[in-house]
């Protein structure tokens, strides 16, 4: 079900018939046009005309530009909700040009992937589109001002971008202007001029003031177009008008409350009283205001209201809907205030009842929240759940969550296992069980009629909810490594889940696919994986179902099955190709992928992923998901030898890892033992088996496998002069214990690697024909799936074995293959700087390097934490193969690139 859209917030406010013209201003917004500028910024505190110029300005610009279409949208508080928000963008721009109907907003779907259709709508279209974003100083959520910073950035010739707001919104603003791409008009440029002021109140309120007390009132206003209206409404049928000018000063906020006060004095009581009484809603409408006031008539009132310049603004164009000048609406609230609470929560409770009867549940909540009636707050929040979560709202249920008491929601099954969510989703394990316990309780308790104990209504989520119960406790299992209760919970929703429920299902099947993943039954795993993205694709659910991909993978890596992970990543990759999915998981895919690109030595293109992957912006990534990108930088760089590098990508990797979300069968900690090992740290190494008590005597278990694997090369890399013969005896006895559980798990890539382990440790021991067979048996499993960096990332040792095998004439073709790798690699070939590889982030991070900016600096010019500029940096220095700015910026200069 889609989010209701109001038509209200997409009005563009006509002309008032009698306003001032502005041509000065509006010629400075048709330049911006016909420059193509990306960005026009209008900001002003409140009461400068700003949304009044632009109506001028978009009334006459349609007859200019007669292939322009306006798509324009009203932001207000609730609106700092990206799903929200997207849905209210696209319906604007649709509204605007109806060929972009064809674009749809999918909450299942990446965020990138809407904005891409937008924008290839917009660059398809046959009109040029400016779109306007109304108050935007409400907008304080970071992903929507991402979402805006990637429409800037990637907006096509017709798509002008403009934005009216009391302050300066947190966008590139510097990075556009420096780039002639920013038209601005602030409030110095928005003041009424004395001829200005002298139309408008003379001839648009007919005071008829002379010309000494118009300069007067220009001067002691500043031109504040705002405090002139409330002025002349304040003026009218005054015989003293010169002296009350005299007598008028002070500030804006003085401003605004001594005249509105004395506009309201003017007022028949009916009309005060109805100011008054409707000062609490965010728009009014007759019927509305009918139910809050309990009288006829509204509609006949606000009519009157705008004839009479009363600072109400029209939402639509047949005048069902109005909202207050914001400064008005704040003087009316403060009277409203004064008459007490009581009062006003009755106002509050039949303005929720008639948006609830409206369907309108997210005002209607608010209004209940406000009149402090809770149970019926709680009563439409547990009726909203479905479609708020269908929409991916999350946000709003866990806002809602935090502002009902907690004796409403001990009453409601419903809001208890959803409380439970709310702290399995921040990270509080502990926290989620009681209440889940506590849904459950008050599912099973019945009255003495055999009626239902608890407060929670019928519905979709209440008949649901054991299957939502299990699920949340099938994760909290796994975020606590009990696979137990992983297996049991995610089993009992399967039992539970009806056949067509295709989500829950596909949900319950990943759940027992980790659980035999953590278990070591990687093939079991594999299948509940496929059965969970088949569900997941029946569900519509694409995304999450393509995003199962890098799961399987992490599975058959283990087992040795590289070209049917390659081929899963390929066929992902098209398949959001072809889709048009830009972002999630995309990102993700190129990251996963590099990885394999790594093992055949395909270093390049192993890079071309990582920066594919990059210039698809962070927002791109999954949080669960984003660590994958420096793993996979890591091991390149310690293909290349940067072995310093590769420990940093692996420091980055461990900040973003989220434990809880996959087994972690493959520590980042041990893969940094294992640089370590290459670097010759050995105590280091050796401090890292004590802390995560890591020994040869441990029983094996498959998620210590890769500690233990990592343990045994620490062993054999310090064998020549810190091991004693009888460690070495263990170590091989260890290999082998190591070898044997693995084959049984079938496990072949893990088996792979320890037999190359077992041929390097018995070598050393003197034992080389030992050490041959095992070599062979490695061969033999490793050349059908394309392994090249298992042999070339251990150097010598196996380069000596592999000579032997060759003049032994074991597999002659492919140890050939692997001994000219390894030159190629001695001989740098394959650490080529990849300049052309630089991501258009990173071209831009590139040419400020090139100014006098400092690197916070920079980072606050692209709208970025100083952490991800700096890593942004990193891999301009890697790619440009340079080791310092000046050096970068030389090189870029050099290449064309600046």
Not at 123 to 129: P, Q, V
Not at 366 to 371: D, E, G, Q, V
Not at 556 to 563: D, I, M, N, S, T
Not at 593 to 607: C, D, G, M, P, T
């Given at each position: 079900?889609?989010?209701?859209?109001?038509?209200?917030?997409?009005?563009?406010?006509?002309?008032?018939?009698?306003s001032?013209?502005?041509?000065?201003?509006?010629?400075?917004?048709?330049e911006?046009?016909?420059?193509?500028r990306?960005?026009?910024?209008?900001?002003?505190?409140?009461?400068?005309?700003?949304?009044?110029?632009?109506?001028?300005?978009?009334?006459g610009?349609e007859?200019?530009?007669?292939?322009?279409r306006?798509?324009?949208?009203?932001?207000?508080?609730?609106?700092?909700?990206?799903p929200?928000?997207?849905?209210?963008?696209?319906?604007?721009?649709?509204?605007?040009d109806?060929?972009?109907?064809?674009?749809?907003?999918?909450?299942?779907?990446?965020?990138?992937?809407?904005?891409?259709?937008?924008?290839?709508?917009?660059?398809?279209?046959?009109?040029?589109?400016v779109?306007?974003?109304?108050?935007?100083?409400?907008?304080?959520?970071?992903?929507?001002?991402?979402?805006?910073?990637?429409?800037?950035?990637?907006?096509?010739?017709?798509?002008?971008?403009?934005?009216?707001?009391?302050?300066?919104?947190?966008?590139?603003?510097?990075?556009?202007?420096?780039?002639?791409?920013?038209?601005?008009?602030?409030?110095?440029?928005?003041?009424?001029?004395?001829?200005?002021?002298?139309?408008?109140?003379?001839?648009?309120?007919?005071?008829?003031?002379s010309?000494?007390?118009?300069?007067?009132?220009?001067?002691?206003?500043?031109?504040?177009?705002?405090?002139?209206?409330?002025?002349?409404?304040?003026m009218?049928?005054?015989?003293?008008?010169?002296?009350?000018i005299?007598?008028?000063?002070?500030?804006?906020?003085f401003?605004?409350?001594?005249?509105?006060e004395?506009?309201?004095s003017?007022?028949?009581?009916?009309?005060?009283?109805?100011?008054?009484?409707?000062?609490?809603?965010d728009?009014?409408?007759?019927?509305?205001?009918?139910?809050?006031?309990?009288?006829?008539g509204?509609?006949?009132?606000?009519?009157?209201?705008e004839?009479?310049?009363?600072?109400?603004?029209?939402?639509?164009?047949?005048?069902?809907?109005?909202?207050?000048?914001?400064?008005?609406?704040?003087?009316?609230?403060?009277?409203?205030?004064?008459r007490?609470?009581?009062?006003?929560?009755?106002?509050?409770?039949?303005?929720?009842?008639?948006?609830?009867?409206?369907?309108?549940p997210?005002d209607?909540v608010?209004?209940?929240?406000?009149?402090g009636?809770f149970?019926h707050?709680?009563?439409?929040?547990?009726?909203?759940?479905?479609?708020?979560?269908?929409?991916?709202?999350?946000?709003?249920?866990?806002?809602?969550?935090t502002l009902?008491?907690?004796?409403?929601?001990?009453?409601?099954?419903v809001?208890?296992?959803?409380t439970?969510?709310?702290?399995?989703?921040?990270?509080?394990i502990?926290?989620?069980?009681?209440?889940?316990?506590?849904?459950?309780?008050?599912?099973?308790?019945?009255?003495?009629d055999?009626?239902?104990?608890?407060?929670?209504?019928?519905?979709?989520?209440?008949?649901?909810?054991?299957?939502?119960?299990a699920?949340?406790?099938?994760?909290?299992?796994?975020a606590?490594?009990?696979?137990?209760?992983v297996?049991?919970n995610?089993?009992?929703?399967?039992?539970?889940?009806?056949?067509?429920?295709?989500?829950?299902?596909?949900?319950?099947?990943?759940m027992?696919?980790?659980?035999?993943?953590?278990?070591?039954?990687?093939?079991?795993?594999?299948?509940?994986?496929?059965?969970?993205?088949?569900?997941?694709?029946?569900?519509?659910?694409?995304?999450d179902?393509?995003?199962?991909?890098?799961?399987?993978?992490?599975m058959?890596?283990?087992?040795?099955?590289?070209?049917q992970?390659?081929?899963?990543?390929?066929?992902?990759?098209?398949?959001?190709?072809?889709?048009?999915?830009?972002?999630?998981?995309?990102?993700?895919?190129?990251a996963?992928?590099?990885?394999?690109?790594?093992?055949?030595?395909?270093?390049?293109?192993?890079?071309?992923?990582?920066?594919?992957?990059e210039?698809?912006?962070?927002?791109?990534?999954?949080?669960e998901?984003?660590?994958?990108?420096?793993?996979?930088?890591?091991?390149?760089?310690?293909?290349?030898?940067?072995?310093?590098?590769?420990?940093?990508?692996?420091?980055?990797?461990?900040?973003?890892?989220?434990?809880?979300?996959?087994?972690?069968?493959?520590?980042?900690?041990?893969?940094?033992?294992r640089?370590?090992?290459?670097?010759?740290?050995f105590?280091?190494?050796?401090?890292?088996?004590?802390?995560?008590?890591?020994?040869?005597?441990?029983?094996?278990?498959?998620?210590?496998?890769?500690?233990?694997?990592?343990?045994?090369r620490?062993?054999?890399?310090?064998?020549?002069?810190?091991?004693?013969?009888e460690?070495?005896?263990?170590?091989?006895?260890?290999?082998?214990?190591?070898?044997?559980?693995?084959?049984?798990?079938?496990?072949?890539?893990?088996?792979?690697?320890?037999?190359?382990?077992?041929?390097?440790?018995?070598?050393?021991?003197?034992d080389?024909?030992?050490?041959?067979?095992?070599?062979?048996?490695?061969?033999?499993?490793?050349?059908?799936?394309?392994?090249?960096?298992?042999?070339?990332?251990?150097?010598?040792?196996?380069?000596?074995?592999?000579?032997?095998?060759?003049?032994?004439?074991?597999?002659?073709?492919f140890?050939?293959?692997?001994?000219?790798?390894?030159?190629?690699t001695?001989?740098?070939?394959?650490?080529?700087?990849?300049?052309?590889?630089?991501?258009?982030?990173?071209?831009?991070?590139?040419?400020?390097?090139?100014?006098?900016l400092t690197?916070?600096e920079?980072?606050?010019?692209?709208?970025?934490?100083l952490?991800?500029?700096?890593?942004?940096t990193?891999?301009?220095?890697?790619?440009?193969?340079?080791?310092?700015?000046?050096?970068a910026?030389?090189?870029?200069?050099?290449?064309?690139?600046?």
């Open positions: 079900m889609a989010m209701p859209v109001l038509a209200t917030k997409l009005f563009r406010p006509p002309p008032r018939p009698q001032i013209a502005r041509p000065r201003l509006v010629e400075r917004l048709d911006g046009l016909r420059a193509d990306k960005l026009t910024l209008i900001a002003a505190p409140a009461g400068f005309g700003k949304s009044s110029l632009l109506s001028e300005w978009i009334a610009a007859a200019k530009w007669p292939q322009s306006v798509a324009w949208l009203s932001l207000e508080p609730s609106d700092n909700d990206l929200r928000f997207l849905t209210y963008l696209l319906a604007a721009l649709q509204q605007a109806h060929a972009l109907g064809s674009t749809e907003y999918d909450p299942q779907m990446p965020i990138e992937e809407t904005l891409i259709g937008i924008i290839n709508g917009v660059a398809e279209g046959s009109h040029e589109i779109l306007v974003l109304d108050d935007f100083q409400y907008i304080e959520e970071p992903s929507i001002r991402e979402a805006v910073v990637f429409l800037l950035d990637h907006s096509p010739s017709g798509l002008h971008l403009v934005i009216a707001s009391r302050s300066d919104p947190l966008l590139p603003l510097a990075r556009l202007r420096a780039g002639g791409e920013l038209t601005e008009l602030r409030a110095a440029d928005l003041r009424f001029s004395l001829d200005e002021a002298t139309s408008f109140l003379n001839e648009t309120m007919r005071l008829g003031l010309p000494e007390d118009v300069g007067a009132l220009e001067d002691r206003t500043e031109g504040w177009i705002a405090g002139l209206q409330l002025v002349a409404l304040s009218r049928d005054r015989p003293d008008a010169t002296d009350f005299k007598n008028f000063t002070g500030s804006h906020r401003v605004i409350d001594y005249l509105a004395e506009v309201l003017r007022q028949t009581d009916d009309v005060r009283e109805f100011l008054i009484r409707t000062a609490m809603l728009r009014l409408s007759g019927p509305l205001c009918d139910a809050v006031i309990e009288r006829h509204s509609s006949d009132v606000l009519d009157a209201l004839r009479d310049n009363l600072f109400v603004v029209p939402l639509d164009e047949d005048r069902q809907w109005y909202r207050y000048h914001h400064l008005f609406a704040d003087v009316l609230r403060s009277r409203l205030l004064s007490g609470s009581d009062f006003e929560a009755r106002l509050h409770r039949r303005a929720s009842t008639w948006y609830e009867s409206n369907d309108l997210e209607a608010r209004h209940a929240l406000a009149a009636d149970d707050a709680a009563r439409i929040v547990e009726a909203a759940i479905p479609d708020v979560r269908k929409t991916r709202q999350d946000a709003s249920v866990l806002h809602w969550l009902l008491p907690v004796e409403i929601v001990l009453r409601r099954p809001l208890s296992v959803f439970g969510w709310s702290k399995l989703a921040s990270g509080d502990d926290g989620v069980e009681p209440w889940l316990a506590k849904g459950e309780t008050l599912l099973a308790e019945t009255n003495a055999g009626s239902a104990a608890h407060d929670s209504a019928d519905g979709v989520e209440l008949r649901s909810l054991p299957v939502t119960i699920l949340y406790r099938a994760a909290v299992a796994q606590r490594g009990d696979l137990d209760g297996k049991r995610a089993q009992r929703a399967l039992e539970l889940t009806a056949a067509d429920d295709h989500l829950g299902r596909g949900a319950a099947a990943g027992l696919g980790l659980a035999s993943w953590a278990s070591g039954d990687l093939r079991s795993g594999v299948r509940a994986f496929e059965t969970s993205r088949t569900s997941l694709l029946l569900a519509g659910n694409l995304t179902a393509l995003s199962t991909t890098m799961v399987v993978v992490d058959l890596v283990p087992l040795g099955r590289l070209r992970a390659k081929t899963m990543y390929d066929v992902a990759l098209q398949r959001a190709a072809d889709e048009r999915i830009i972002g999630q998981p995309t990102a993700d895919l190129h996963g992928v590099s990885e394999l690109y790594r093992e055949r030595n395909q270093l390049r293109i192993a890079r071309e992923h990582l920066a594919e992957s210039a698809l912006g962070e927002i791109a990534y999954s949080h998901h984003r660590y994958r990108w420096f793993v996979s930088m890591a091991r390149i760089c310690e293909a290349d030898g940067q072995l310093d590098d590769a420990l940093e990508a692996l420091a980055s990797a461990e900040r973003l890892y989220l434990r809880g979300f996959f087994p972690e069968a493959r520590p980042i900690a041990a893969m940094r033992a640089i370590w090992i290459k670097q010759k740290r105590a280091d190494s050796r401090s890292w088996a004590a802390e995560q008590d890591v020994t040869l005597s441990d029983e094996l278990d498959y998620m210590r496998e890769f500690e233990h694997i990592t343990l045994a620490l062993l054999i890399a310090q064998s020549d002069s810190e091991t004693t013969p460690l070495h005896r263990e170590t091989i006895t260890f290999l082998q214990r190591l070898l044997d559980a693995a084959e049984a798990g079938g496990r072949t890539g893990n088996a792979i690697e320890i037999l190359l382990l077992q041929a390097i440790a018995n070598d050393s021991a003197g080389r024909t030992l050490s041959l067979e095992l070599l062979d048996q490695v061969l033999s499993r490793a050349e059908p799936e394309g392994y090249l960096r298992l042999f070339l990332d251990e150097g010598a040792p196996v380069m000596v074995l592999l000579r032997a095998a060759a003049a032994a004439g074991s597999h002659p073709d140890v050939r293959h692997i001994i000219h790798a390894s030159r190629d001695e001989q740098g070939a394959p650490i080529q700087p990849i300049h052309d590889a630089l991501s258009d982030r990173e071209l831009h991070v590139l040419r400020l390097l090139a100014t006098t690197g916070p920079i980072a606050r010019e692209l709208f970025v934490s952490n991800t500029m700096r890593t942004h990193k891999h301009i220095f890697l790619k440009l193969d340079v080791g310092s700015r000046p050096a910026v030389d090189r870029g200069k050099a290449l064309g690139l600046i």
